[in-house]
């Protein structure tokens, strides 16, 4: 029988990991990462489309202009149907890349208190994307509280899960090297959210009415932000080339030769 137990290989040239026999088969996991990254994104932005076409939303551009919220992109039919069929499968999607990334970490030698702890941010996050799409557009006070717990959960411990990601990338060597452009720019991306979610506390503390005038803003670039990251694990896995293997006893995950690499 195979018992699922999953790790990652070491990259090309550090050996092959001890006891792997009577290999079933190998599974390229990047598209993972990458459908992680695009359909929140691809979803979220057809969603605002399809509610600007209806007059849900005014036309603008968010990111600047923010005329709407992504919440009031998915609130009303037709729009809301768009989004829960996107934003749920995503919510699994976004599980599947941090459980990936917990094989592929554990494999590598990363210590397991760190790795749990991405895992477990992961999975607090997609639940509370999950907790927050179920109710949207829905009436009463206690679906609205739902909601803001949604959305805080998925913000914030999406972006302490990206931020143990880099960390425990850095502390691997030769890894760290190798993939060193990349894990800097996530580092960099993760500064970055931590500063715009600086300015919005101290700003909504200071001059709450201001802030009301760019507070959606601030959310669609927090999202890019987050999504932008996801995508870059992508880019880190392609740059590593692992697969992921099923073998009797063992699911590993290998580095083909760059020459063999498919994505």
């Known amino acids: 029988m195979l018992a699922p137990r999953v790790a990652a290989s ?14 079933l088969k190998a599974m390229n996991p990047r598209p993972v990462a990458l459908w992680a990254a695009l359909l929140p994104f691809v979803a979220v932005h057809l969603t605002y489309l399809l509610a600007a076409s209806h007059t849900l939303v005014d036309w603008c551009f968010p990111y600047v ?36 990334n917990s094989a592929w970490l554990a494999a590598l030698g990363s210590g397991d208190r760190l790795r749990r702890w991405m895992l477990a941010m992961g999975g607090v996050a997609s639940l509370g994307l999950v907790a927050y799409v179920t109710v949207l557009g829905e009436a009463g006070e206690q679906w609205q509280r739902q909601r803001r717990i949604g959305v805080v959960l998925f913000f914030a411990f999406t ?10 990338l850095r502390g691997l060597q030769p890894l760290a090297l190798e993939l060193g452009r990349l894990v800097n720019t996530m580092l960099a991306l993760c500064a970055l959210l931590l500063a715009l979610g600086v300015v919005t506390v101290l700003w909504d ?10 507070e959606d803003a601030f959310e669609w670039n927090l999202s890019l932000l987050l999504q932008t990251n996801v995508l870059l694990g992508y880019f880190l896995w392609r740059r590593a080339g692992w697969q992921l293997s099923v073998v009797r006893g063992l699911a590993a995950a290998d580095n083909p030769p760059a020459t063999n690499r498919k994505d």
Do not use: K
């Open 205 to 214: 503390a200071v001059d709450n009415a201001g802030y009301e005038t760019v």
């Open 10 to 23: 070491l990259p090309q040239g550090h050996g092959a990991l001890p006891g792997l026999a009577a290999r």
């Open 65 to 100: 202009d923010s005329c709407t919220s992504i919440s009031a992109t998915g609130r009303h039919p037709p729009a809301s149907y768009l989004f829960r069929a996107t934003m749920l499968p995503s919510a699994v999607l976004l599980f599947a890349y941090w459980w990936l």
């Open 159 to 168: 972006y302490l899960a990206q931020l143990l990601l880099v960390a425990q």
